[in-house]
Nanobody, 121 residues
Framework: QMQLVESGGGLVQPGGSLKLSCVAS????????MGWYRQAPGKQRELVAT???????DYSISVKGRFTISRDNAKNNISLQMNTLKPEDTAVYYCKTERGFYGPIFTGEYWGQGTQVTVSS
């Protein structure tokens, strides 16, 4: 069982920046893909960005060009740098391990508890 703990959320003005961090309780070196998701009030949880073990990234259209996902396998950490934040980015942001194989090693789906990001003046 892997635990994920997010941090770095908070209140920021429109146009500002925040950096979210997600630390895993175990090694992420053999986890093929990890990602950030978000859920705004009254809306479904949605994908924000993913990153593979090889560093390939994918972003939702709404954040592409503003957000950057990264991972540090040595520190069992993934991050989300969020720039030019907009009020519509307000949501609870979750870290997740994507279910799947890396070679013979299988990883289940795990979620963090979430961190609140509020973009408001």
């Amino acid at each position: 069982q892997m635990q994920l703990v997010e941090s770095g959320g908070g209140l920021v003005q429109p146009g500002g920046s925040l950096k979210l961090s997600c630390v895993a309780s175990g090694s992420i070196a053999n986890i093929y893909k990890m990602g950030w998701y978000r859920q705004a009030p009254g809306k479904q949880r949605e994908l924000v960005a993913t990153i593979t073990i090889g560093g390939n990234t994918d972003y939702s259209i709404s954040v592409k060009g503003r957000f950057t996902i990264s991972r540090d396998n040595a520190k069992n950490n993934i991050s989300l740098q969020m720039n030019t934040l907009k009020p519509e980015d307000t949501a609870v942001y979750y870290c997740k391990t994507e279910r799947g194989f890396y070679g013979p090693i299988f990883t289940g789906e795990y979620w963090g508890q979430g961190t609140q990001v509020t973009v408001s003046s």
